[in-house]
């Protein structure tokens, strides 16, 4: 049983550019919910998306945007960039029903300069 | 609102000694979750242990136990005989139960075990 994978490990990107992360959920997990690690802070809720649809949102603006495939793969857009996204991204994968078994991949280390 | 309150960021201890993580939290939900993560250097979220709110008992797993009294709305964490592979940052998180919650993270508390 594979666990939940994220790509890339780690990415630098200029303020106002776009990016794309990646996450492949844990074999038999349908949902995938997203969160921000900021330096020394604890993870932020992002979205969770269930279905192929959004399932929920945190306080980020607009320009975090997602997607959820057939497959239950996911990918999180921001549109763009400013500085402060500089952070870890760390997804997760569950069963639906609640937040019984959240598993965690290892996240994307994104740096904005 | 919900929140998860770890007052102490940072701890050091010299190995095999006992610590302690505290986790405070607030929620109007009758019923909860509540869960500890391990995040080492690595950066990925171990799960640790999720507590049901209905279920008060404590919990014991080789050197990590845990403590869940509901009067206080604390959730702590002890490691006993700490070793160095147990540094790390540790999150209390809570969540309520329905398919759309979200996990509502602490701020961490970074233990340093000391050889």
């Known amino acids: 049983e594979t666990g939940v994978t994220q790509s890339p490990t780690h990415l630098i990107k200029t303020r106002g550019q776009q990016v794309t992360l990646r996450c492949s959920s844990q074999s038999g997990h349908n949902t995938v919910s997203w969160y921000q690690q900021a330096l020394g802070q604890g993870p932020q809720f992002i979205f969770q998306y269930y279905r192929e649809e959004e399932n929920g949102r945190g306080n980020f603006p607009p320009r975090f945007s997602g997607l959820q495939f057939p497959n239950y793969s996911s990918e999180l857009n921001v549109n763009a960039l400013e500085l402060d996204d500089s952070a870890l991204y760390l997804c997760?994968?569950?069963?639906?029903?609640?937040?019984?078994?959240?598993?965690f991949g290892s996240g994307t280390r994104l740096t904005v300069v | 609102a919900q929140k998860v309150t770890q007052a102490q960021t940072e701890i050091s201890v010299v190995e095999k000694e006992d610590v302690t993580l505290d986790c405070v939290y607030e929620?109007?939900?009758?019923?909860?979750?509540l869960f500890w993560y391990k995040q080492p250097p690595s950066g990925e979220l171990v799960f640790l242990i999720r507590r049901n709110s209905f279920d008060e008992q404590n919990e014991i797993s080789g050197r990590y136990s845990w403590n869940f009294q509901k009067s206080t709305s604390s959730f702590n964490f002890t490691i006993t005989a700490s070793q160095v592979v147990d540094s790390a940052v540790y999150f209390c998180?809570?969540?309520?139960?329905?398919?759309?919650?979200?996990?509502?993270f602490g701020k961490g508390t970074r233990l340093h075990i000391l050889p």
């Open positions: 997760a994968s569950s069963f639906p029903q609640g937040a019984g078994g959240y598993t």
């Open positions: 998180a809570l969540s309520g139960v329905n398919r759309d919650d979200k996990i509502i």
């Open positions: 929620t109007r939900d009758t019923t909860y979750y």
